[in-house]
């Protein structure tokens, strides 16, 4: 989105919806209309379109009132595959969503078939571009594993064509013990979205799970998205709950925490 300041241009604010995926199934519309007023911009999907499974087009036109776009979706290689390709591009493209992630793949981390997730990848980069589409890889901490002299995220990263987004999650890559604002200059404009997110587990009890908190140096992330990653979104997720929070509260403190990087971005873009 355009800032205020009109010589930057700032990535759009979206939600994973897996982070509140059970007051989605209480109540989707609602929670859709809680998300736009507390100011998300986009959410990405993960599989779960409440009673618009059957009609994209009802849940874009939903999306529309509310001022919500499809940021991404999260898919598997088989809604790929030739037999689901047509329909998964269709459902898609009404939802005007243009990044299909590969949201999970064990092949990704296992030496013997990591070359099958290139190849899968690049083939899918290719399909979808007749379609104005692009594919994506989201990693987990097992990707960044040691292999072949960098790690499995590296060989995925210089293996797949330039188009296929690397969709990092912040979260699993501090906890895998690697630097996120490194990944993301390591491959410029590679990174067309990002997974904001910390995440404490048994690895860290006492860390509290909310954007800005934890290792990461949020303020560089933010300027290495923008400057070098191509970053469109920003997509917040919340895979853990701090205690004596309601999920919806969690993401509403994260999105805020967010925000903020996001104005001492423009702030000091805008000293000349």
């Known amino acids: 989105m355009v800032s205020a300041n009109s010589d930057v241009t700032l990535p759009g604010v979206s939600i994973q919806l897996w982070s509140v995926k059970e ?12 998300l ?23 849940l874009k ?10 940021s991404g979706a999260h898919v598997s290689f088989e809604q790929l595959n030739a037999q689901n390709l047509e329909k998964t591009v269709a459902f898609y493209q009404a939802l005007d969503v243009n990044y299909l992630i590969i949201g999970w793949d064990e092949r990704a981390w296992d030496s013997q078939r990591i070359d099958e997730v290139v190849q899968l990848l690049n083939q899918a980069a290719k399909q979808l571009k007749q379609f104005g589409l692009q594919v994506g890889f989201h990693n987990h901490d097992h990707e960044f594993n040691d292999y072949q002299g960098g790690t499995f995220w590296d060989y995925i990263a210089t293996n797949t064509d330039a188009s296929v987004i690397l969709q990092q999650d912040v979260g699993w890559t501090t906890y895998a013990g690697k630097d996120p604002v490194d990944y993301v200059k390591r ?18 009890p006492d860390l509290i799970p909310l954007i800005g908190n934890g290792e990461t140096d949020w303020p560089a992330l933010v300027q290495a998205n923008i400057k070098v990653g191509d970053t469109h979104w920003l997509v917040v997720e919340q895979e853990e709950t701090p205690k004596g929070m309601t999920r919806m509260q969690a993401v509403e403190k994260s999105l805020y925490a967010l925000n903020q990087y996001l104005s001492i971005y ?6 000349k």
Request: aromatic letters at 12%.
């Open 61 to 70: 036109q939903t999306m529309d009132n509310l001022g919500l776009k499809g």
């Open 266 to 271: 423009l702030n000091q873009s805008s000293i």
């Open 23 to 34: 007051d989605l199934n209480k109540d989707f519309d609602g929670t859709l209309i809680k």
């Open 187 to 204: 491959y410029p404009g590679r990174t067309q979205t990002t997974h904001y997110k910390v995440l404490a587990q048994d690895k860290y």
């Open 36 to 58: 736009a007023d507390l100011g998300f911009a986009g959410v990405e999907f993960a599989g779960d379109f409440g009673h618009y499974a059957d009609n994209p087009k009802a």
